[in-house]
């Protein structure tokens, strides 16, 4: 096999978002597993101001097994620089910046990917050239879009969705539309603006009557991590939940709520890796402790077990694997995505597609790896099977012609 030049892969984490600690979780996970033999690694932290930094020093002390041992997530102590890489590198790095314009070719080497052709894509960050970023960024300025631009302008192949799918799958309202225009089966929900709610409470409030049953599901459009979201079980609750949803966004969400009153939605996910040809990992299943699969659940506490393979009859299967494909397609998403659905637990079992993740929580254990590991496709493989598909997707897009051709 030909001696390719290591590629060098920025990994960026922290950020901005109330997700924040979570991503140094996903990216202490990462710099342990990434394959050294094939990627030399520049670790990129962005810290709650959103200040880059950089430390080559953090990255020596990694190699060497270092002091970062990932807690456990339930601890939430991630952001303690003894806790994990990447906290490090925020209290200890140096200011760096992305510069929003490509890299001028000239200075850029021609490196290769397991044989695969010459790649073009080069972003200079502090003095040093990258290839390729993963972003392993959740929430706002991560996943929204907004960092996926300023990689656009940069020239740079990155990991995951780009712009438009990003955007598209942080907005569960945006995100709806696609899904019903795909005619994938979604709960009946009505959207409202906070400055709708703000003025004519009352109107809004017998906009979601008439068309809801309780319990139905407030929320922000755009946010994650179950930020802001409550279950209304009657009209008294729903003012307060509209109220604080309203802090989160200008667009709210509300939502049937499916299982009902007695029951709760059975939550099934799915992994879904590729560009063009996206494949679904099996179904995995979460068993919330709480009433609901809230941020405390999600992050706190132990009461929360996957299952996977989901306990599912062939047909229910094949049915949510496809529709995790065609929820991907239908956003336009590339890279990864964890596809997230609501079933009834009982009676008709009508199944319900959620929403996407396309920057899901990506630790070892986390369920998106978790998913593909059950698969067949190890965490190691699959951090570069991610950047494989970063390089084919900026390659495919470098076809693109820009300007009418004199
Ligand atoms: N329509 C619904 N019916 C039943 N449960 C829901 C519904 N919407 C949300 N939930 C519950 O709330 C959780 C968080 O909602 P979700 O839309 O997934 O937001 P987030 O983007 O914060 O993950 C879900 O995992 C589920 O437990
Ligand atoms: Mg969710």
Redesign the pocket.
């Given at each position: 096999m030909q001696m390719a030049k290591k590629l060098r892969v920025g990994i960026l984490f922290g950020g901005r978002s109330g997700e924040h600690e979570v991503s140094l979780l996903s990216a202490a996970s990462i710099l342990k597993a990434i394959d050294r033999r094939k990627f030399d690694v520049v670790p990129i932290g962005i810290n709650k101001s959103g200040h880059w930094l950089v430390s080559g020093a953090a990255q020596g002390l990694l190699e060497n097994g270092g002091p970062a041992k990932p807690e456990a997530p339930k601890k939430l102590r991630a952001g303690d620089p003894a806790a994990t890489p990447g906290a490090r590198v925020l209290a200890e790095g140096q200011p760096t910046l992305l510069a929003p314009e490509p890299e001028e070719p000239a200075k850029a080497a021609a490196l290769s990917l397991a044989g695969s052709s010459a790649i073009d894509s080069h972003a200079a960050l502090g003095g040093q050239s990258l290839d390729v970023v993963f972003p392993v960024l959740h929430g706002t300025f991560g996943e929204d879009g907004t960092i996926q631009g300023l990689f656009e302008l940069a020239g740079i192949a990155y990991v995951g969705s780009g712009v438009l799918g990003s955007s598209a799958g942080m907005d569960k309202d945006v995100m709806k539309r696609l899904f019903a225009n795909a005619r994938l089966p979604i709960v009946k929900h009505v959207t409202l603006l906070r400055a709708e709610w703000e003025k004519s409470p009352r109107k809004c409030i017998a906009q979601v009557e008439a068309a809801l049953k309780y319990p139905v599901f407030v929320k922000p459009a755009n946010l994650?991590s179950?930020v802001g979201i409550s279950k209304v079980h009657n009209r008294k609750e729903l003012a307060p939940a509209l109220t604080l949803a309203a802090k989160y966004d200008r667009k709210l969400v509300i939502e049937a709520g499916v299982g009902g009153k007695k029951s709760k939605a059975r939550e099934l996910e799915v992994g879904v890796l590729g560009n063009d040809d996206p494949q679904a990992s099996v179904v995995g299943e979460i068993v919330p402790g709480k009433e609901f699969?809230d941020y405390e659940a999600k992050y706190l506490c132990e009461g929360s077990v996957p299952v996977i393979p989901a306990k599912l009859t062939r047909a229910e299967t094949k049915l949510i694997r496809d529709m995790a494909v065609a929820a991907f397609k239908a956003c336009d998403l590339s890279g990864l995505a964890r596809v997230?659905f609501l079933m009834e637990p009982d009676g008709k079992r009508r199944i319900f597609l959620?929403?996407v993740?396309t920057l899901p929580g990506f630790t070892q254990i986390s369920m998106y790896p978790k998913l593909w590991e059950a698969t067949g496709i190890k965490y190691k493989d699959l951090i570069t099977r991610l950047i494989e598909l970063a390089l084919e997707r900026h390659a495919e897009k470098g076809r693109t012609t820009y300007s009418r051709e004199e």
């Open positions: 994650g179950s699969y997230d959620n929403e993740n």
